[in-house]
């Protein structure tokens, strides 16, 4: 559109990719992140899911539809102008440097259709490799994750998190 340097189309191209395409993102590190504990999960109720990116890949290379990477984090304030549609079509892919103790690896599912959201077939045996429990998560809460994973036929460990400082 006129008169706005194309900002109009950026938010509507923008707005149209996230109709057509889900993300499930990944936190890429070796250990617990204490930022991540604070941000996202909280003392008490998060949880966290470790897994490894060819866990991931392996998971999820069945599905055409799915591709893998890692974000890449940029100075928005320093990116030429030329650059800025490129930036629009790395929507899924591309956040602010300033989001880069995050460290994230994301599947992006791209649909035929939009919608509330796509089945996707995962063996959770095979990706996940331990799953975290907040800080202060209480004994009910862990009782009824390893009740849920066992049902979906995972075997995996699950562990209160080894951050005293949050607890």
Known sequence: PA????????EYLTSKKRAYHFVSCWHLNEDESMFMWRHYGGPSHGVA????V????ECLKHDARISIHRVEYQDFC???PDYLPSLVHLGGITKRKSFNAEREVR???TAKSSGDGVP???DLGALIETIHLAPQAA????KLLRELTAGCGASAPVI???WEDLR
Request: proline share 0%.
């Open 3 to 10: 008169g706005d340097g194309g900002r109009e189309a950026q």
């Open 120 to 122: 996707v077939r995962v």
């Open 49 to 52: 899911v470790q897994s490894t």
């Open 54 to 57: 060819q866990r991931l890949y």
């Open 160 to 162: 209160h998190s080894g």
């Open 107 to 109: 599947a992006i599912l």
């Open 139 to 142: 004994d009910w809460q862990e």
């Open 78 to 80: 320093t990116v030429q």
